[in-house]
């Protein structure tokens, strides 16, 4: 496997469920990110990990819980999630955060999750 | 505060035709301008960056844009469509910390044979 890969690629789940995202970076990188992608919304950053230590939580409900045991892997677990979570989750990874410069990020297909 | 306008929802051409994608920023400072595309079941791909070197900035699949500072533009552009350009297209700036980027809400780009 090269570059950043998801599973599962599609999830369908009920409100009192429990799931776990799983994303997973082959080049080597230190942050990975996870994101929302809403139809018809720009990109919502959630998290950020630099080198296994969260860096950024951009106000997102608790029901949205990330671990980071690795450089390689990210994962997001859900529970109790609403109808309106309903979205495509996109991971990427980075070289480094960037700081006075931008590290280009790499973006996983996504996983499409259905809240039911 | 930054943030970025992409002035289509959707942009239909046919092939063979020019292709023109519309992008305004507001940004405090001097931003880093990306252009990225994502195609039907895939991820995000950068297609080009403008780093503050030339204002011109060439990118992969034959696409380009010019950062034009005067007009806060990022117009994504190029010659002549193919089938294979149909994708949903993402403008992008940096914001005041490299790693956070406003993100477009995109443009949907139509190829007609």
């Known amino acids: 496997e090269t570059g950043v890969t998801q599973t599962p690629r599609h999830l369908v789940m009920g409100m009192t469920n429990k799931k776990s995202l799983k994303c997973e970076q082959h080049?080597?990188?230190?942050?990975m990110y996870w994101y929302k992608q809403s139809a018809k919304k720009p990109l919502e950053l959630m998290f950020v990990?630099?080198?296994?230590?969260?860096?950024e939580n951009n106000s997102v409900p608790s029901r949205f819980s990330p671990e980071c045991p690795n450089s390689s892997h990210l994962f997001l677990h859900l529970h109790t999630l609403q109808p309106e979570d309903s979205a495509l989750y996109l991971c990427?990874?980075?070289?480094?955060?960037?700081?006075?410069?931008?590290?280009?990020?790499?973006f996983g297909p996504g996983t499409r999750l259905t809240v039911l | 505060a930054q943030s970025v306008t992409q002035l289509d929802s959707h942009v239909s051409v046919s092939e063979g035709t020019p292709v023109l994608l519309r992008c305004n920023y507001s940004?405090?400072?001097?931003?880093?301008l990306f252009w990225y595309v994502q195609h039907p079941n895939k991820g995000l791909q950068l297609l080009l960056k403008?780093?503050?070197?030339a204002t011109l900035v060439k990118g992969i699949n034959g696409f380009e844009a010019e950062f034009k500072k005067s007009e806060t533009s990022f117009h994504l552009t190029k010659p002549s469509a193919h089938m294979s350009d149909a994708a949903e297209y993402f403008c992008?700036?940096?914001?005041?910390?490299?790693?956070?980027?406003?993100w477009g809400a995109g443009t949907k780009l139509i190829i007609k044979p």
């Open positions: 990427a990874s980075s070289q480094d955060m960037g700081g006075i410069s931008y590290n280009e990020q790499f």
């Open positions: 080049l080597g990188h230190n942050a």
């Open positions: 990990y630099s080198l296994e230590e969260r860096v």
């Open positions: 940004s405090s400072y001097s931003p880093s």
């Open positions: 403008y780093t503050s070197a």
């Open positions: 992008v700036v940096t914001s005041y910390s490299n790693y956070q980027l406003i």
